[in-house]
DNA sequence: CGTGAGATTGATTTCTATCAAAATATGTGG
DNA sequence: CCACATATTTTGATAGAAATCAATCTCACG
């Protein structure tokens, strides 16, 4: 099974030295196991704990008040999560494991001793930081601006590029590991209407499934009905500080 | 007019020391005029500067293949922004004044050399983006999730709860500097549908305009319409290495 | 004034939600 | 390992929200 620590995905894109790497090995001395469907944390829960995911998917949600679930944003291995809790005090949103998982919890003060120690982790975190937020106004721009059926194609290309990044044993078929009413909350849609497009987008040709996984038949086509973009591919981040 | 550096905004947060203060003052060196409407960046240009917004107002958007806009994020004097110039080389987003405006840009090699001599600024930069983040998935579940009604809503109090951050005197009433459509825009709306949601509400008493202004004359209910949370009221930074 | 951008209103269409039911799949306790 | 309970997917019919199309109106400004 696909685990990866916070160092290594680090490491891809900029290299550390060892005595970085050592310290956010640090971040994970604490694995917890965690069973799928488990809250791991709470909305509007006092936190002031942060996570790597190690293993497994998670996903981030907040429910509004007429009951409608709107999820925010799922993770995989290597993925830093409930980062809001460097900001607020209250959990602006929940976490749930979306399979059986492993996240390594640490205090926010082990975070900070960690940005007073190693500037370039800092400037790294950052980074990242603004990477995610590019990556959220990609689907504010697809949940505002794009039809139902650009939206599961682009979510769709979203996760599986995701998974690859943590998976290299994977060319065209993945597990979604989402139930379709999961896809709707995503993407702004109900379930009734993911299955739909989904349908549609089958008997067109452009994706397959089989017990749960999908399968990509033609990216290329897929990309241009969601107007998607891999924001993966041209990330630049040599300019940082030298090791 | 309402102008504001960046270091008084971050001081807002958490307290700054002089030397930090002056070395992020000199982010701001080279401030520079736009006109109202005037490209700041266009989307796909290499970039390596990012600037501080010092006065006036500007928005992020992009286009989309079909030729419709989606409006990523307004910005107000204080704001950092094109953040996402330090992960990518090619603009992510464009960059338009809304309002005649002042800009400081900056290399992002000067943004290095802050990072590497200023952990603290670098950690805050961090918490800064996190921040972002956070507003950002407002947007996301308001667009996704909600009414035109309430999207309209949530919009104009976030808008005014922004102004406020950086003037005083507001107590109720705003200038927008918007027109329907930029507003339909951002909120994943057609013009038309703006104006019969803003037409309606100021028909219920809930909001009133008179020359550009707008003034919200029901905060509570617009709150609760528009599923509004205001996160700038319990940022909690103090936990910061001290300066 | 005339011009053009923006706001407003009405009529109609389109997309997606909602409601309802059946068909499959998945999981669990005995 | 079966049988039942539950969750998920699928399909159809209908309703509703927002888009689209098309004018008209208003107002700031050269």
């Given at each position: 099974?696909?685990?990866?620590?916070?160092?290594?995905?680090?490491?891809?894109?900029?290299?550390?030295?060892?005595?970085?790497?050592?310290?956010?090995?640090?971040?994970e001395?604490n694995?917890?196991?965690?069973?799928?469907?488990?809250?791991?944390?709470?909305?509007?829960?006092?936190?002031?704990?942060?996570f790597?995911?190690?293993?497994?998917?998670v996903?981030?949600?907040?429910?509004?008040?007429?009951?409608?679930?709107?999820?925010l944003?799922?993770?995989?291995?290597?993925?830093?999560?409930?980062?809001a809790?460097?900001?607020?005090?209250?959990?602006?949103?929940?976490?749930?494991?979306l399979?059986?998982?492993?996240?390594?919890?640490?205090d926010?003060?082990?975070?900070?001793?960690?940005?007073?120690?190693?500037?370039?982790v800092?400037?790294?975190?950052f980074?990242?930081?603004?990477?995610e937020?590019?990556?959220?106004?990609?689907?504010l721009?697809?949940l505002?601006?794009?039809?139902?059926?650009?939206?599961?194609a682009?979510f769709l290309?979203?996760?599986?590029?995701?998974?690859?990044?943590?998976d290299?044993?994977?060319?065209?078929s993945?597990?979604?590991?989402?139930?379709?009413?999961?896809?709707g909350?995503?993407?702004g849609?109900?379930?009734?209407?993911v299955?739909?497009?989904?349908?549609?987008?089958?008997?067109?040709g452009?994706i397959?499934?089989?017990?749960?996984?999908?399968?990509?038949?033609d990216?290329?086509?897929?990309?241009e009905?969601?107007?998607?973009?891999?924001?993966?591919?041209?990330?630049?981040?040599?300019?940082l500080?030298?090791?």
């Amino acid at each position: 099974m696909a685990g990866s620590c916070f160092a290594d995905r680090l490491a891809k894109h900029v290299p550390l030295s060892d005595v970085e790497k050592k310290a956010l090995a640090r971040l994970e001395e604490n694995p917890r196991r965690v069973k799928r469907g488990a809250m791991i944390q709470r909305v509007n829960e006092t936190v002031t704990e942060l996570f790597v995911l190690r293993h497994g998917r998670v996903m981030s949600f907040v429910i509004l008040p007429d009951g409608s679930r709107q999820i925010l944003r799922v993770y995989f291995p290597g993925d830093f999560i409930g980062s809001a809790s460097t900001v607020y005090s209250k959990a602006p949103e929940s976490l749930v494991a979306l399979d059986d998982a492993v996240v390594c919890p640490f205090d926010k003060h082990a975070l900070r001793r960690l940005l007073e120690e190693f500037p370039r982790v800092a400037a790294l975190l950052f980074l990242l930081s603004n990477a995610e937020r590019v990556a959220m106004t990609d689907r504010l721009a697809s949940l505002g601006r794009t039809s139902a059926k650009a939206r599961v194609a682009a979510f769709l290309l979203d996760i599986f590029n995701r998974v690859r990044l943590t998976d290299d044993s994977i060319t065209d078929s993945f597990d979604l590991k989402l139930t379709q009413e999961e896809i709707g909350d995503a993407i702004g849609l109900t379930s009734v209407h993911v299955n739909r497009m989904v349908r549609q987008m089958e008997l067109e040709g452009l994706i397959s499934r089989a017990n749960g996984r999908i399968s990509l038949l033609d990216i290329k086509r897929l990309e241009e009905i969601g107007h998607y973009t891999n924001r993966h591919k041209d990330m630049d981040l040599d300019w940082l500080p030298a090791a």
